[in-house]
């Protein structure tokens, strides 16, 4: 199993480009999650999915979007990128069913700048 | 309600010496109380878990002490070896209808381990 990958590794975007990220995740995993990661921040949450077709927003989800028409992959859209954007990016999935959270699983992550 | 707050913000232990880390929540909703270490350049990975059913749980030389009461729990880790040196993050989520699973991350804690 490759777990959660994402691409791409590193990516420079210019104010007011457009892009997605990539994340698959081959567990069979039925809830997904998009974190940014700031210095001396901790993990923020963006946008996260239960299943596929569901979504909803998290902690900070201004300026992105997300869709989810697999169970395996969850992107994350940026639209008009910002300086305030520039970041590091994780996905991570989980299992979660019976009232009970199983444990996510991260990608490797997006460094994303913005200039 | 949703806070976790961790502590120390950074800790330098000589190899040999024990690292703490603090965390504290205020959600009685939450129900899993996860560790993650993160590697310079690398995802946040599971470290040690424990739910509130139990008030410590150990695992190799990393063990959660956990109290309830107190809305508090903490890492330790025994005989700390320069390989443990990196970013520990506390985390707690619920199942509950606020949370769908969701883990709040704490600020997260650098640690060094000199040898």
């Known amino acids: 199993n490759a777990g959660v990958t994402q691409t791409p590794k590193f990516r420079i975007l210019k104010i007011g480009q457009s892009m997605t990220l990539q994340c698959a995740q081959d567990?069979?995993?039925?809830?997904m999650y998009w974190y940014r990661q700031d210095p001396g921040m901790g993990l923020k949450l963006i946008y996260y999915?239960?299943?596929?077709?569901?979504?909803d927003k998290g902690e900070v989800p201004n300026g992105y979007n997300v869709s989810r028409s697999t169970t395996e992959d969850f992107p994350l859209r940026l639209e008009l990128a910002a300086p305030s954007q520039t970041s590091v990016y994780f996905c991570?999935?989980?299992?979660?069913?019976?009232?009970?959270?199983?444990?996510?699983?991260f990608g490797p992550g997006t460094r994303l700048t913005v200039l | 309600q949703q806070q976790v707050k961790q502590s120390p913000q950074s800790l330098i232990v000589q190899k040999g010496g024990i690292s703490i880390i603090n965390c504290a929540y205020e959600?009685?909703?939450?129900?899993?109380f996860p560790w993650y270490q993160q590697f310079p350049g690398k995802g946040p990975a599971l470290l040690i878990a424990?739910?509130?059913?139990?008030s410590e749980k150990k695992e190799g030389r990393f063990t959660i002490s956990f109290n309830k009461s107190a809305k508090q729990f903490s890492l330790h880790i025994m005989d700390s070896q320069p390989g443990d040196s990196a970013t520990y993050f506390c985390a707690a989520s619920g199942m509950g209808s606020s949370n769908t699973g969701k883990l709040i991350f704490g600020q997260g804690t650098t640690l060094q381990v000199k040898p």
């Open positions: 991570a999935s989980s299992y979660s069913g019976r009232g009970v959270t199983d444990t996510q699983y």
């Open positions: 959600n009685t909703a939450f129900d899993y």
């Open positions: 567990m069979n995993h039925n809830y």
């Open positions: 999915s239960v299943g596929a077709g569901i979504t």
């Open positions: 424990i739910r509130p059913d139990v």
